[in-house]
Structures are given as C-alpha cells and as structure tokens.
C-alpha cells in the first residue's frame, strides 16, 4: 500500500528557509500518472494546496505562494522535498505531503492519500 511520510525541522527562525522531505513507498513517485503535492493547513484555517511535483519531474505551483516555493524530487531516494522561504509567523501550520493520481489544486481531494502531517512552527 501506499504509504507517505513527512520529514524535517519542526520549528523554523523567521526570515528562514523551510525545508521538508516526503519519503514515499508502496509505489514509485515516477509512476505513470501520480502527482505529489504539499498542503498546509495553518491553525484555524482551511487546508491550503501550496504546489505540486508530477511523475515527468513537471513542477505546479500556488500563484499565492510561488515567489516563495520550490519543489524538487530524489527519485533514487522515492522522495519530494519542499522549500518555503522567507518564512514568517503566518506559516506556522501542519504540512502534509500527499498523492493524487491527477493533478488536484484543492485542499481536500477524494481518493488522495495523505502523509500524517508535521507541525512547523516559525518563530524566534
């Protein structure tokens, strides 16, 4: 089965790099078909789609919040990685990695399997 896993800091300095790792198994991230997306959801507030990675290597992202994002995959390691720059207070929340097997630029999604989520918190 497919399972997703986030990875990394949990607690990042204002004005900082966010950096965060999805490590996939069950299925490779170059299968036919399967997109990878980051979502967040801040405290209180709804799910946010940030960006996605396709099976290709072809990046999407948020026009919300593409000056900030970038977004990479190790396909050796069957992993996607996420960059937020530039982070303020207001990216504090719980980011989820995620597959789709399409291209989905929602929140929530059917179908879509989910990693367990981390929580970033950005603050000094």
């Known amino acids: 089965q497919v399972q997703l896993q986030e990875s990394g800091p949990g607690l990042v300095k204002p004005s900082q790099t966010l950096s965060l790792t999805c490590t996939v198994s069950g299925v490779t991230i170059t299968s036919n078909s399967l997109y990878w997306s980051w979502i967040r959801q801040p405290p209180g507030k709804a799910l946010e789609w940030m960006g996605a990675i396709d099976y290709r290597g072809s990046i999407y992202y948020n026009p919300s919040l593409k000056s900030r994002t970038s977004i990479s995959r190790d396909t050796s390691k069957n992993q996607f990685t996420l960059q937020l720059n530039s982070v303020t207070p207001e990216d504090t929340a719980v980011y989820y990695c995620?597959?789709?097997?399409?291209?989905?630029?929602?929140?929530?999604?059917?179908?879509?399997?989910w990693g367990q989520g981390t929580q970033v918190t950005v603050s000094s």
């Open positions: 995620a597959g789709d097997t399409g291209l989905i630029t929602t929140g929530q999604a059917t179908g879509r399997k």
